[in-house]
């Protein structure tokens, strides 16, 4: 473990100053490029916040749909590993037509949504936010 700036830090100081000393700066395509670049890091700083729950979370999902015990993983990578594997049995499942009717179906459905919602929250939480907002609006109104 490293004293401060931590990791996350460093990378959101670097979007910051992308944003407020360079993209002023420049014109034209190497502006859209360093938006880009300040983007990047911003998702790379909320990936290295948000990935292992995320990924924890999904896991124990996946596990729980498809009948297994949770798997007792420590790493990220394990973690990562884990959720493909689970992912792609229940791809096959979903192929098969397992999902298209049912109970089942709502728990596919509602695992698939929460693992979107997480990915979302990493590469722009904006959707997420705008998702949340107008399902309240519509439970308000009905």
């Known amino acids: 473990m490293q004293d401060r700036p ?11 100053f992308v ?5 002023p700066a420049i014109e034209g395509a190497k ?13 790379v700083a909320r990936e290295i916040q948000l990935e292992d729950p995320a990924v924890r979370r ?12 949770a798997p007792h993983l420590h790493s990220l990578d394990d973690l990562r590993k884990a959720a493909t594997g689970l992912g792609a049995e ?9 999902a ?8 596919v459905l509602a695992v698939v949504r929460q693992s979107v919602e997480d990915k979302l929250r990493v ?7 705008a998702d949340i907002a107008a399902r309240s609006a519509a439970a308000k109104q009905s």
């Open 6 to 16: 931590t990791s996350v830090e460093l990378l959101e100081a670097a979007a910051d």
């Open 19 to 23: 944003d407020r000393e360079l993209v």
């Open 31 to 43: 502006q859209f490029q360093a938006r880009v670049v300040a983007n990047v890091m911003r998702i």
């Open 58 to 69: 999904e896991v124990k999902a996946l596990a729980k749909l498809l009948g297994h015990d």
């Open 90 to 98: 229940l791809s096959a499942k979903i192929r098969a037509g397992d």
């Open 100 to 107: 298209d009717a049912g109970a089942w179906r709502t728990e």
């Open 123 to 129: 590469a722009n939480p904006r959707y997420v936010e």
